[in-house]
C-alpha cells in the first residue's frame, strides 16, 4: 500500500470535491482518496499507482495539482 499527498487549487465547493475524488478514484491502483477543501489537501492511497496518472485526474476534472 503507498499513499501520496497532491495540493490542488481551484476547488470551492462540495462538488470540486466530488469531482476530484471521482476522478482519481478511477486511476487504476487507486482505491482511496480523501479532499480536505478547506487546506486543498488530497490524500491517495492505493497499490503501485501512477503519479503521472494521479496528476493527470485532477487536471480532468478541471483543477490544477500545485504541489
Known amino acids: 500500500m503507498s499513499t501520496a499527498t497532491y495540493t490542488v487549487t ?3 465547493c462540495g462538488h470540486c470535491v466530488s469531482s476530484v475524488k471521482e476522478e482519481v478514484g478511477e486511476v487504476p491502483g487507486v ?3 480523501e479532499v480536505d477543501l478547506q487546506t486543498g489537501r488530497v490524500d491517495v492511497s492505493g497499490d503501485s499507482f501512477d503519479d503521472a496518472a494521479v496528476r493527470a485526474a485532477v487536471k ?3 483543477y490544477e495539482v500545485s504541489a
Do not use: Y
Open 10 to 12: 481551484g476547488m470551492t
Open 31 to 33: 482505491t482511496g482518496v
Open 60 to 62: 480532468e476534472a478541471g
